[in-house]
T-cell receptor, first 111, second 112 residues
Framework: KNEVEQSPQNLTAQEGEFITINCSYS?????LHWLQQHPGGGIVSLFM???GKKKHGRLIATINIQEKHSSLHITASHPRDSAVYIC?????????????FGKGTKLSVKP | EADIYQTPRYLVIGTGKKITLECSQT?????MYWYQQDPGMELHLIHY???????EKGDLSSESTVSRIRTEHFPLTLESARPSHTSQYLC???????????FGNGTRLTVT
C-alpha cells in the first residue's frame, strides 16, 4: 500500500463544475505538495503547504494534519484544467527531493 | 515559464547504446533531482545533488550515473541502455530545502 493515496484515480467533469481531489497519507510530514502534470509530461508546482489553506486563482488547497488529509479544489473548472494532479509529501527528516508521490488523479474537463 | 530545460524531449535508442540526458537550469539553484516515472505510476527519486561535486542515489535503484560539475548542469548517463530503462525521466531543482520544486518537461526514453 502506497504511503500516499489519491482519490479518485480518474475524474470527468463538465466545464464550470466544482472539483475536489483528495489525498491521504500515512506518515508524519513536514510539507505537502500539489503538482499538475500536463499531457506532454511537464510538471508544475501548484502549492506547497504544511497547515491550513492556500488559494491561487481558481485553485484552493487545504490540509488537515491531524487527519493526514489534503484536498485540492478547482472552482469553475475549464477544459484547460485537464491534467494529472499529483499529491506528494515530504516526511519528517526526509529531504526536499525525496518526496513520496501519489499516483495522481487524471482530470478531464469537457466543454 | 521554463527555467529548467531537458533535452532531448523524446529518444528512441537501441539496446547497448550509451546515452546522456541533459538537464540545465538558469535559476542558480543548488539542489537538483532526477526522477523516473513509468506510465500511470508515481515518480521515484533516482539521483539528487545539493551542489557542485555533490551527488547521491535516491531510493529507486538505478543503473544510471550523474555528475554535477557546474551548478546549472546535472546530466544523467546510462552506459548501456536496456529495454527496462524505457520510462520518462524528469529533472527538477529547488532553491533551498522547503522551497517549491521546478520541473523540466521530461525526457521520454524508449529502448528497443
Amino acid at each position: 500500500k502506497n504511503e500516499v493515496e489519491q482519490s479518485p484515480q480518474n475524474l470527468t467533469a463538465q466545464e464550470g463544475e466544482f472539483i475536489t481531489i483528495n489525498c491521504s497519507y500515512s506518515v508524519g510530514i513536514s510539507a505537502l505538495h500539489w503538482l499538475q502534470q500536463h499531457p506532454g509530461g511537464g510538471i508544475v508546482s501548484l502549492f506547497m503547504l504544511s497547515s491550513g489553506k492556500k488559494k491561487h486563482g481558481r485553485l484552493i488547497a487545504t490540509i488537515n494534519i491531524q487527519e493526514k488529509h489534503s484536498s485540492l479544489h478547482i472552482t469553475a473548472s475549464h477544459p484547460r484544467d485537464s491534467a494529472v494532479y499529483i499529491c506528494a509529501v515530504r516526511s519528517y527528516g526526509g529531504s526536499q527531493g525525496n518526496l513520496i508521490f501519489g499516483k495522481g488523479t487524471k482530470l478531464s474537463v469537457k466543454p | 515559464e521554463a527555467d529548467i530545460y531537458q533535452t532531448p524531449r523524446y529518444l528512441v535508442i537501441g539496446t547497448g547504446k550509451k546515452i546522456t540526458l541533459e538537464c540545465s537550469q538558469t535559476m542558480g539553484h543548488d539542489k537538483m533531482y532526477w526522477y523516473q516515472q513509468d506510465p500511470g505510476m508515481e515518480l521515484h527519486l533516482i539521483h539528487y545533488s545539493y551542489g557542485v561535486n555533490s551527488t547521491e542515489k535516491g531510493d529507486l535503484s538505478s543503473e544510471s550515473t550523474v555528475s554535477r560539475i557546474r551548478t546549472e548542469h546535472f546530466p544523467l548517463t546510462l552506459e548501456s541502455a536496456r529495454p527496462s530503462h524505457t520510462s520518462q525521466y524528469l529533472c527538477a531543482s529547488s532553491r533551498v530545502e522547503g522551497s517549491p520544486l521546478h520541473f523540466g518537461n521530461g525526457t521520454r526514453l524508449t529502448v528497443t
